[in-house]
């Protein structure tokens, strides 16, 4: 269903893909999803927008240098990223990009919260974030797979407000949402014992499938990887894949 216009400041409002081969990721991406393309210019860097149905839904920008492989990024909402990024550095995270003006869509800056994923602050104006969620083809949920889940439900409490709910807090299964559960749009899941030796914490997000297991052959024809095969869920029906360049994103059945 289209999301209304007015995100509430800290819940995820758009994402994006850094990709080393721009063409070859759209061309994954739009086969998969279906999914429209509008590249920007070389004012915005070639940035490519995705939408469906005529409304925006993520977006595609060529990996900077020395990125080590492609990867999706989350951004939160703001009405102040200057005040977002005091906070940020006052609850023990990096600013790894100063605030930074995107034309007339915004404003955005690059975080690193304290356990080293990598989260962007999004200010906007014209470009509010993603038109449509929850369906087939569009975000669905934002996760941070965390390394320190303690010290992570508190950064975000901190710097991003979030009104945390624990939905889970057991040794198999602790998770965050970043709001009262009905209205939740993310979540924090301590996965300190199922993340390798030496992870960081990162963010992952979920699209939408209207055949999660369809989806799972789709991303395999067009040279994608199963991460982890489709399994049932209390809220879906999900799988773990890469794209052909190695970004991990999950599918969500919808």
């Known amino acids: ?32 999803f279906g999914w429209q393309t509008e590249t920007g210019g070389e004012e915005y860097g070639n940035y490519v927008l995705f939408s469906k149905d005529g409304l925006p839904v993520a977006g595609l920008a060529p990996a900077g240098p020395g990125q080590q492989r492609d990867s999706w990024s989350t951004y939160l909402a703001t009405e102040d990223i200057a005040a977002t990024t005091r906070k940020v550095v006052a609850a023990g995270g990096q600013v790894l990009r100063e605030p930074m003006q995107v034309g007339e869509q915004g404003t955005m800056a690059v975080f690193a919260d304290p ?72 979540g924090i899941l301590d996965a300190a014992a199922t993340l390798p030796a030496g992870a ?41 894949v890469a794209d052909p360049a190695g970004a991990v994103f999950m599918l969500i059945s919808v």
Do not use: I
């Not at 893909?17 to 739009?30: E, G, H, K």
């Not at 669905?140 to 624990?166: G, I, N, P, R």
């Open 115 to 186: 356990g080293g994923a990598l989260v962007c602050g999004w200010q906007p104006e014209t470009h509010l974030g993603f038109g449509l969620s929850g369906e087939a083809g569009a975000p669905c949920w934002f996760e941070l797979l965390s390394t320190d889940y303690a010290a992570s439900v508190a950064f975000y409490a901190q710097a991003f407000d979030w009104k945390t709910e624990t939905m889970s807090d057991s040794e198999e299964f602790r998770y965050t949402l970043n709001r009262p559960y009905r209205d939740s749009t993310a």
């Open 1 to 32: 269903m289209p999301v209304p216009a007015d995100f509430t400041p800290g819940s995820p409002c758009w994402l994006d893909l850094a990709a080393a081969d721009p063409d070859r990721s759209r061309t994954f991406y739009t086969s998969l």
């Open 200 to 240: 960081t914490s990162h963010w992952l997000v979920y699209l939408g499938a209207p055949d999660t297991d369809d989806a799972v052959l789709r991303v395999q024809e067009l040279g994608g990887t199963v991460m982890r095969p489709a399994w049932d869920s209390p809220f879906g029906r999900l799988a773990q």
